[in-house]
């Protein structure tokens, strides 16, 4: 009789992201393939608990109350960077966040907290696969609630295999962390049909000029202000509104800068379960990043056909297959401006990567990932 190996997934939230919906996705794939998976996570966001299917087991573990007896758990707003946390050994964070339950398969879904957690496992028999969503060259918190980097370092040592989203992603990471001989770059994968069927839903959106949408968490390095004043500049040329959909600390100074620009041509609408819906409306996607370990609505843009037009970082080159897919600009304010002027000024170039976009799906193709990943679970 067939063992049914159990895999569990550690991660920060299920909040409204990319490396989120990345989790779900793949933990719904490998659950309806025969595998019984676990998701663990610390933080308090469940914006994607309902696209869990049902055989997939979700565990919330909030941080510990307290230090000691006494002394209040001190605590940061997001992806929080503990005080106990970075204190403490990974085998007690391990004990603490994932018990003495037995898997055959334990997964750091994400850098910082994750990994430190994984890497306390004592079992000698399970797999231990770290995955990596970013440049680590220059992303953030990648030491989150280790002591140093030479700790980091120590921690990956632990992990049997890296699974870097992108060449890029797999690059950046030898250059930092080093055992090279452990990474294999697996990019992500889209449900194609799930995308298309959910994109035919309706919508109160009611476009009324050039539109160009992004999908993304507002923060710093989406590059929405550079976005911003792209689009304002382009508006008196055509008139050109920007829909940007998702929530993040960005929102107040993207508004105070409309206001600034005299544009008023801005549209946020939150974070949305259903941003496909949206998308549908769009003239052109853009993403604006300062930089991406993969960028996961460039190829959900692609499927829908969308033209795209993406800043020159990791990712999105890779997904646009160099420009022949896309439009792949400066990594600058101007580089995305003039790139949008030039769409617009030729139709014949708008058109052509709207009609080449869907040639992608394959690149995406969820049986061809599910062939890797199980060799990557299953393999000895």
Request: hydrophobic share 35%; net charge positive.
């Amino acid at each position: 009789m067939k063992t049914v190996k159990k895999i569990l997934f550690v991660s920060p939230s299920l909040s409204m992201g990319g490396q989120e919906k990345m989790l779900v996705a793949l933990s719904n794939l490998l659950s309806k393939n025969g595998y019984d998976v676990t998701v663990v996570i610390y933080n308090p966001f469940f914006d994607l608990k309902a696209e869990l299917d049902d055989g997939v087991r979700l565990i919330y573990m909030p941080p510990k109350p307290k230090l000691g007896k006494k002394i209040p758990y001190i605590r940061h707003k997001f992806y929080d960077y503990g005080l106990w946390e970075t204190r403490a050994s990974a085998k007690q964070l391990y004990r603490y966040y994932v018990g003495g339950e037995k898997f055959d398969v334990e997964i750091a879904f994400f850098r910082g907290r994750s990994v430190k957690i994984i890497s306390g496992s004592d079992d000698p028999d399970s797999k231990k696969l770290a995955w990596v969503h970013s440049d680590f060259e220059r992303c953030e918190g990648i030491a989150g609630n280790f002591k140093s980097m030479d700790a980091v370092k120590k921690a990956y040592g632990a992990f049997d295999r890296i699974i870097c989203v992108s060449n890029q992603a797999e690059s950046s990471f030898g250059k930092v962390i080093g055992l090279s001989e452990r990474t294999v770059t697996l990019r992500n994968f889209v449900n194609a049909a799930e995308i298309t069927e959910k994109s035919k839903m309706p919508c109160d959106f009611k476009k009324d000029c050039f539109t160009v949408m992004s999908v993304g968490r507002l923060h710093a390095v989406k590059g929405y202000d550079r976005l911003l004043r792209a689009c304002a500049r382009l508006d008196k040329i055509r008139k050109t509104r920007l829909v940007l959909i998702g929530g993040g600390d960005q929102e107040e100074k993207l508004k105070a800068l409309a206001a600034e620009l005299q544009y008023d041509k801005l549209t946020l609408l939150g974070q949305q379960e259903n941003p496909y819906k949206y998308m549908r409306s769009a003239d052109l996607y853009v993403c604006s990043s300062h930089f991406e370990g993969y960028n996961l609505t460039v190829a959900e843009a692609l499927v829908l056909g969308l033209p795209v037009l993406s800043t020159d970082c990791s990712g999105p080159r890779e997904i646009l297959d160099d420009g022949k897919y896309g439009m792949i600009t400066e990594n600058s304010a101007e580089g995305i401006y003039e790139g949008m002027l030039k769409l617009v000024n030729d139709p014949g170039s708008l058109n052509k990567y709207k009609n080449i976009a869907k040639q992608r799906k394959t690149f995406f193709d969820e049986s061809k990932y599910l062939e890797k990943i199980k060799k990557i679970i299953d393999g000895s």
